[in-house]
């Protein structure tokens, strides 16, 4: 079966403080090419990124469960 995948270019728009929940700090991810409602991404930091960081984000679609 192939493998459906499209990566996004992005950029760390800023960092999410979580502490007071108790939680780990993450990062609010801009999209490039996605649909405005849809052009932000939120993720647990834990690679230490900074604001301003270049990414790429790969959305891999999976099979069917059965």
Do not use: C, F
Not at 28 to 48: H, S, V
């Amino acid at each position: 079966m192939k493998e459906h995948t499209i990566t996004l270019a992005g950029t760390i728009q800023k960092l999410i403080d979580r502490s007071i929940l108790k939680q780990p700090q993450h990062v609010q991810i801009g999209l490039q090419g996605a649909e405005p409602m849809y052009d932000e991404l939120r993720i647990p930091n834990t690679l230490g990124w900074a604001a301003g960081t270049s990414v790429e984000v790969t959305i891999r679609m999976l099979p069917p469960l059965a």
